[in-house]
């Protein structure tokens, strides 16, 4: 069965660092990748998603992930982060076939200090 | 605002009750999911409708749980005799088409508390 793995709960950055998030993912074949971000009170926001071509991917808000399939990795990364960045962020994968749901991981709560 | 509205926002019930929980999709939207997100976790998928068929359901829509979509627009999902466990978001989507490249958009949530 998929699986999708956000090994990290919790992260803290300062304004302005940069980030990284990471996601792995199991799977038989390539999956279609996605990160959402998910902010309190508000519905899952579709940053970015991966399907074929490009390995670096441009999403919205400055984001950017790259597929990296020797490593089953689909990571999420920003250069600057700013205070509306927090959030909670979920990465999910699907395959276009059948049932074409999505399957979550777990999610990373990303803290921004001043 | 994504477009998908959820009603209610927030349900408190007692074990035992029957509750029930609307999503209006986007308009020419003809795909419509529903997930259910507890605490510390990632949406888990419960069901999803093409039009007004329901084409799957998940192992965690237990027989207490039903979700219909009569007339291909608007989705109910119903659970009956509560639990402490179904405490959880309730999250509806929808797409354009069935194809995932096809952005599903999220609803805000209703958040049940059964206590």
């Known amino acids: 069965a998929q699986s999708v793995t956000q090994p990290d709960i919790h992260i803290t950055v300062s304004e302005g660092a940069s980030l990284e998030l990471r996601c792995n993912y199991s799977y038989g074949a390539t999956p279609y990748l996605f990160w959402y971000v998910q902010s309190p009170g508000q519905g899952l926001q579709l940053l970015l998603k991966y399907f074929s071509g490009d390995t670096l991917v441009q999403g919205i808000k400055g984001f950017e992930a790259e597929f990296k399939r020797s490593q089953s990795s689909f990571n999420l990364r920003k250069p600057s982060v700013h205070w509306s960045d927090a959030a909670e962020y979920f990465c999910?994968?699907?395959?276009?076939?059948?049932?074409?749901?999505?399957?979550f991981g777990s999610g990373t709560q990303l803290t921004v200090l001043p | 605002d994504t477009g998908v509205s959820q009603d209610p926002r927030h349900k408190i019930t007692k074990r035992g009750q029957n509750v029930t929980f609307r999503c209006d999709p986007i308009?020419?939207?003809?795909?419509l999911y529903w997930y259910r997100q507890t605490l510390g976790q990632g949406p888990e998928f419960l069901t999803y409708?093409?039009?007004?068929?329901?084409?799957?359901k998940s192992r965690l829509l237990s027989d207490r749980f039903s979700a219909e979509r009569p007339k291909g627009s608007f989705s109910t999902l119903e659970i009956q005799r509560t639990e402490q466990g179904d405490s959880a978001m309730y999250l509806c989507?929808?797409?354009?088409?069935?194809?995932?490249?096809?952005?599903?958009?999220f609803g805000p949530g209703t958040r049940l508390t059964v206590l």
């Open positions: 308009s020419e939207h003809n795909r």
């Open positions: 409708f093409q039009n007004e068929a329901q084409l799957e």
């Open positions: 999910a994968v699907g395959l276009d076939r059948r049932a074409r749901q999505l399957t």
């Open positions: 989507a929808s797409s354009l088409g069935p194809q995932l490249r096809n952005e599903q958009f």
